[in-house]
Nanobody, 118 residues
């Protein structure tokens, strides 16, 4: 079965860095786009960054120039390097994949908390 397990969250200072990891299993990782979403307290879940199977990337305007998404298809891993962190980056970060076979299913990890203090 599909499993996504995030790690790397924690507490960071304003201007600091964190590197999130997502270990994927149960599907052909290299064939699918992978996304990092985040949900801040009291706010809707939003796409932070995405990377296609071919390596093309997409970022929310609020994180452009500060976050970098990458993937390692040999290890079935996707990463989110977060630099110049701001308090408004505080959120639970989720790894997500959408798999379309007989039906379309979104799979989510359990999330990892990122807290940025000022």
């Amino acid at each position: 079965q599909v499993q996504l397990v995030e790690s790397g969250g924690g507490l960071a200072q304003l201007g600091g860095s964190l590197n999130l990891s997502c270990a994927a299993s149960g599907f052909t990782f290299s064939s699918y786009r992978m996304d990092w979403y985040r949900q801040a307290p009291g706010k809707e879940c939003e796409l932070a960054a995405g990377i296609t199977s071919g390596g093309s990337t997409k970022y929310a305007e609020s994180v452009k120039g500060r976050f970098t998404i990458s993937r390692d298809n040999t290890k079935n891993m996707v990463y989110l390097q977060m630099n110049s962190l701001k308090p408004e980056d505080t959120a639970v970060y989720y790894c997500k994949v959408t798999i379309r076979l007989f039906r379309t299913v979104d799979y989510w990890g359990q999330g990892t908390q990122v807290t940025v203090s000022s």
